[in-house]
């Protein structure tokens, strides 16, 4: 507040108050004194200052012109000293005898008091208070208030000589002025003060990568810093802040501030009648991967808090449609008869096991998926089963419980069905997944059981053995005994594991988590890239879509299934992975092949009666839309019905478009022979044309 | 835009001219002045009306 550089007289300048009719005396023009009078001051109470002395400053003034030069104490003063709605009375004792100013007559006068006056002066005579046991006069150490009705008292007047400060008396004077605004205005003097003075302070600052730097300023009685000692000791200061969860999560970096000022935008984005909901973005870019609750001192889950969000809007329809329809789309593909299987191994009426290898392994990998179902065909007696699927987890993030439910209550049906077989999942979400909403189930993953049962013959013949730095999955960033048995298996196939500075609990998500890049590809390829920068080593990945989100930003990335059932001729680890229709179309020759396979079973599949030609341009055009292959069968099959096309003249291309769920997608193509339909450009929109 | 486009409809065998269309979403509903073909009214959208202006339309309307 009083600053010594003239600033405090330019900011008051600016808050003009009204002035409010209840006015206040202060006995003693000491620090804590004159803080009072300048804090009701600002509020608009005229205040009277009476001082035994002939000048403002207390203690202050006993310091030498070197230490405490009189000219900044006096310009430091001058704002308050001057202003109007202060009366100063100089040499004016209280007391009861001639010549001082009456106590009686103050209280008569005012409306309330302030006692200040020092520890060098008695109790003003005629003030009738008890002393407590250490001899300093009654009072509320919280409040200041005394037993006297509107008298409040501070300052070194009820200090011990030790704890006596100007600090402190700048202290008790915002203290005691709060409780004299709050008495005059007839208002409780206790309510929400828990915070007032010193306490023990929640904040946390990590000190990690600060290097201890030496004081540059010794307490030396009668000898003051130069300016550079000062600057120093200045830029010693820390400047406390936590932010651990920003630090560590580029999603909370991204949007420029901190959790606590994010939960009161979500809120006030759940709660908004009418208007913007301007945090919808931000409630929907959230992994979910629980970091920021790992790292934060407070366990605060931002994710959490963003998942209820999500569940809030969709159950009051505020959710918008864009932000998972792709992701729910996928995940209905994913669970259809065209993809889904749920059997008994061939001659088994009974499974003592389930393998579900997961939508994204299916997508990323199916030819893993057979190899891995024959080996646990192989080493698990009593019938190993197969469900193709998906666990639900898209809809769970999307905030859609009516579909994540009805997908498990589905697979819960398909595997009672099965006789309740134990579920070997090899995909750690999945399990993740499975073993907080089905607790009793018996589940595991692959890894797990492949530590257990031992890797397959000629497991690694075509990876080198390598140092490897091992991604750990974010949604099993707790379950101990699958990381080790990820490591276990990594040392058996006779790498190095290289542990990545965030590793195991402190595992970072891989961009995918929470839906977040379909949502946000800024944030999630943020993500993505720090991840990446932290160890020049190959990756290695346990989770499907983490070595494709990695090798797609280029960081050559393994699966631990490459290095056991990979082939040399192949660059596994810089293999980009497939696109979203690629995905989709795996999943289903999974499914046809391992029919074709393992029961004898062929699947009809049903042509579109054309062929599209789409170059690698359109093609990457078309996943950063996210436009399926799919999507243009679409749009070509019912032009062709409709014969609802138009041509552009200027570019000769034809030109269709056709809404397919809730997405009009546009093509413009050309056509070679009536059957090749050479794709130029899509685009889509969810506006829907009424005509 | 010119009244008449360069966008011949197939079917028809006359080029989309400026008209009046309709454009919904969620639960809102506005007109828009879009090519279409007198004859059989099927709209045409170019590319960068579909990524630019309607996509900032969706968002809003997503978002209020």
């Known amino acids: 507040m009083l600053t010594g550089d003239g600033s405090l007289s330019e900011r008051s300048g600016a808050l003009p108050v009204k002035e409010r009719n209840k006015k206040a005396a202060v006995i003693g023009a000491g620090l804590s004194g004159l803080t009072v009078a300048w804090e009701l001051v600002k509020k608009g109470y005229p205040v009277t200052i009476f001082e035994l002395s002939e000048q403002p400053g207390g203690k202050i003034l006993k310091e030498s012109e070197e230490r405490m030069p009189r000219h900044i104490i006096e310009k430091d003063f001058a704002p308050l000293i001057n202003n109007s709605m202060l009366e100063t009375c100089w040499g004016s004792g209280v007391g009861v005898s001639g010549g001082m100013v009456n106590f009686a007559d103050l209280l008569a006068r005012y409306d309330a008091i302030y006692l200040g006056t020092g520890s060098n002066y008695a109790l003003p005579a005629g003030v009738d208070l008890t002393f407590d046991e250490q001899g300093f006069p009654s009072h509320d150490p919280k409040t200041l208030a005394t037993a006297i009705d509107k008298v409040f008292i501070g300052g070194s007047l009820i200090l011990e000589s030790e704890k006596r400060s100007p600090i402190e008396s700048v202290s008790h004077g915002k203290i005691a002025a709060l409780s004299i605004d709050r008495f005059l205005q007839g208002v409780s003097l206790t309510a929400g003060r828990s915070r007032e003075g010193a306490y023990e302070t929640l904040l946390y600052t990590s000190l990690k990568g600060i290097s201890p730097e030496p004081v540059y ?279 190095q594991v290289q542990e990545l500075e965030n590793s195991r609990e402190t595992t970072t998500c891989c961009g995918y988590g929470g839906l977040m890049s379909y949502v946000n590809r800024e944030v999630a390829r943020k993500v993505v890239e720090k991840r990446i920068a932290e160890n020049p080593e190959d990756y290695l990945a346990y989770c499907a879509i983490c070595r494709d989100h990695f090798a797609a930003r280029g960081k050559r990335t393994y699966h631990l299934l490459d290095l056991i059932f990979g082939s040399s001729d192949h660059d596994l680890a810089g293999d980009q992975g497939p696109g979203f229709s690629k995905r989709q179309e795996n999943r289903y020759r999974c499914k046809k092949s391992l029919l074709k396979k393992v029961w004898g079973e062929e699947i009809q599949t049903r042509e579109p009666g054309f062929e599209l030609a789409i170059s690698a341009a359109v093609r990457s055009s078309m996943e950063e839309r996210m436009i399926l292959t799919g999507d243009i069968i679409e749009v070509i099959s019912h032009a062709r019905s409709s014969g609802n096309v138009m041509e552009n003249t200027e570019t000769g291309t034809m030109v269709a478009y056709y809404k397919h769920r809730n997405v009009t997608y546009w093509v413009e193509f050309t056509v070679e022979n009536e059957s090749i339909y050479h794709i130029q450009k899509a685009y889509s929109h969810r506006l829907v044309i009424k005509g | 835009m010119s009244e008449t486009s360069k966008i011949l409809c197939s079917r028809c065998g006359i080029y989309l001219t400026m008209g009046t269309v309709t454009l919904t979403y969620l639960e809102a509903s506005f007109p828009a002045e879009l090519y279409k073909c007198a004859k059989c009214g099927l709209v045409y959208i170019p590319e960068d009306l579909a990524l630019g202006k309607m996509a900032q339309v969706e968002k809003t309307l997503e978002d209020k």
């Not at chain 1, 936590?242 to 809120?267: D, F, N, T, W």
Request: proline share 6%; glycine share 8%; charged share 20%.
């Open chain 1, 217 to 495: 300023i010794e307490d030396r009685p009668g000898e003051l810093p130069n300016s550079e000692q000062t600057l120093q000791e200045a830029n010693r200061c820390l400047l406390c802040t936590c932010l651990e969860c920003v630090k560590a999560c580029p999603y909370l970096e991204h949007y420029g501030s901190y959790p606590k000022k994010y939960v009161r935008e979500i809120h006030n984005n759940l709660i908004i009648i009418k208007g913007g909901r301007g945090a919808n973005e931000k409630i929907n870019s959230c992994s979910l991967c629980g970091l920021c609750a790992e790292v934060c001192p407070g366990n605060l889950d931002m994710g959490e808090f963003c998942f209820k969000a999500r569940k809030k809007m969709v159950e009051t329809g505020k959710m918008p449609p864009s932000a998972h329809d792709f992701a729910l789309q996928d995940m209905a593909f994913s669970t259809s008869e065209l993809v889904a299987l749920h059997r008994h191994q061939p001659g088994f009426s009974k499974s003592r096991a389930l393998f579900f290898p997961g939508c994204q392994l299916s997508a990323s990998s199916p030819h893993y998926v057979g190899r891995l179902y024959t080996y646990l065909r192989e080493k698990i007696d009593g019938g190993v089963g197969l469900s193709l699927s998906c666990c639900g987890a898209p809809a769970q993030w999307a905030g859609r419980e009516d579909l994540f439910n009805e997908n498990i209550d589905l697979l819960k049906k398909n595997w009672t069905a099965l006789g309740n077989p134990a579920i070997i999942t090899g995909c750690p979400t999945c399990f993740s997944v499975f073993r907080k909403v089905l607790p009793d189930l018996d589940c595991e993953t692959i890894w797990t059981v492949l530590d257990r049962v031992g890797l397959p013959e000629n497991s690694g013949a075509g990876v080198k053995m390598k140092k490897l730095a091992v991604h750990d999955a974010c949604t099993t960033r707790y379950d101990k005994p699958l990381q080790n048995s990820i490591r276990n298996i990594l040392l058996a196939l006779g790498h």
